[in-house]
């Protein structure tokens, strides 16, 4: 059983840096039930352009017989502030023009998602999370929250992301965010301002989301009397233009900020000692071959977060691993979830 909701927040919504939004909503849905001791809680945070239809997206790890199924669990996922899928948005209604946002919302963070999800939290009455779940832009905001709140989360999975966004992943979205200002339109005020722009930008991020084994791979010409109409150019013109069906420049353009501001030392002692303050089980998972979060970032992570255990995967698919390598992500999960519950059995019998 589904459920597709939007949580309207009654109360001014206080951003990181001081700005303040009115009627903040944030899209979500849930799968299954809460149970009756309310520990059946699986969170998934979601990446750059997904939405809240977890099952639908990350297949094979969540869905009815998987690991993470409805039957069993009770699972939110929850549209990021500044998404295109339903929650609060630069396409939003600014209260006080009647006019779309558009460039005049405000920036936000990573912690700002967080907050507002947090407030999702409090509003489904939930007050544990047993699994809290995201990969890349979703598991910063899984590591924010687990610092933000260190007694809601039981266990944190963190899946090719990183404490702070590294200087070359900020390069490959200001170069996205570059390709999008060159479109005059994007300054336009207009829900579609920004597509061929969009659409560039999009032909960037692939670059660092795949690998160059991948693109021989899939991408390699048959035939050896080509000069041009290659199979890669069709490629990116065509995840390009898919990107600019289902999206909106202006949400991309916030949303790659926000990525960009990620650090969880920021206004606290330092990066080692917020990681030092997780208190949840983690297990921190990383792609070898990860272009743009290289296996380095969650190595750190495993070395700083306490009693964290550290796996990486092999995949053609560099980043996008952690979306595709389902069968793989099982295994780990499913196996550290059963360590997990096995030593706070042995704890039990310990303080009993």
């Known amino acids: 059983m589904s459920n597709t909701a939007i949580y309207k927040h009654s109360k001014q919504f206080k951003l990181e840096n001081g700005r303040k939004l009115r009627h903040v909503e944030i899209a979500y849905q849930t799968y ?17 352009t997904a939405n809240a239809d977890v099952l639908d997206w990350w297949k094979g790890l969540f869905g009815s017989n998987d690991l993470f199924n ?24 600014n209260p006080v023009t009647g006019q779309p946002f558009y460039l005049a919302f405000p920036e936000f963070t990573i912690r700002d998602l967080v907050a507002a999800h947090r407030l999702l939290a409090q509003h489904l009455g939930i007050d544990e999370i047993r699994v809290l779940i995201g990969g890349s832009l979703g ?23 990183n404490a702070v966004h590294s200087p070359w992943g900020i390069a490959f979205n200001e170069s996205q965010r570059l390709a999008i200002s060159t479109d005059r339109t994007f300054y336009a005020q207009q829900p579609d301002g920004g597509l061929k722009g969009l659409k560039t930008a999009r032909s960037i991020a692939l670059l660092s989301y795949r690998t160059y084994d991948a693109y021989a791979a899939t991408q390699l010409e048959s035939v050896n009397d080509k000069t041009s109409s290659f199979r890669a150019s069709s490629y990116q013109n065509y995840q390009g233009e898919k990107l600019c069906k289902r999206f909106n420049a202006y949400s991309y353009w916030y949303l790659s900020k926000a990525m960009d501001s990620h650090n969880v030392g920021r206004g606290r002692q330092s990066v080692v000692d917020a990681l030092a303050s997780v208190k949840a089980n983690t297990l921190v998972i990383g792609v070898e071959n990860d272009v743009l979060f290289p296996l380095s970032e969650q190595d750190f992570l495993a070395r700083h977060i306490p009693g964290a255990a550290f796996h990486s995967i092999k995949s053609a698919y560099g980043h996008d691993g952690f979306l595709i390598e389902t069968d793989i992500l099982t295994n780990m999960i499913g196996n550290f979830l059963k360590e997990s519950i096995n030593k706070n059995i042995i704890k039990l019998h310990k303080t009993a």
Do not use: M, R
């Open 139 to 161: 598991g910063q905001q899984a590591l924010e929250w687990a610092i933000s709140d260190t007694s809601i989360v039981k266990n944190l999975i963190l899946i090719a992301t």
């Open 70 to 93: 409805p039957e069993e669990h009770f699972i939110v996922c929850a549209n990021v502030l500044g998404s295109h899928y339903g929650s609060t948005s630069p396409l939003s209604i």
């Open 32 to 48: 299954g039930k809460l149970n009756a001791k309310k520990d059946n809680v699986i969170w998934a945070c979601h990446a750059l």
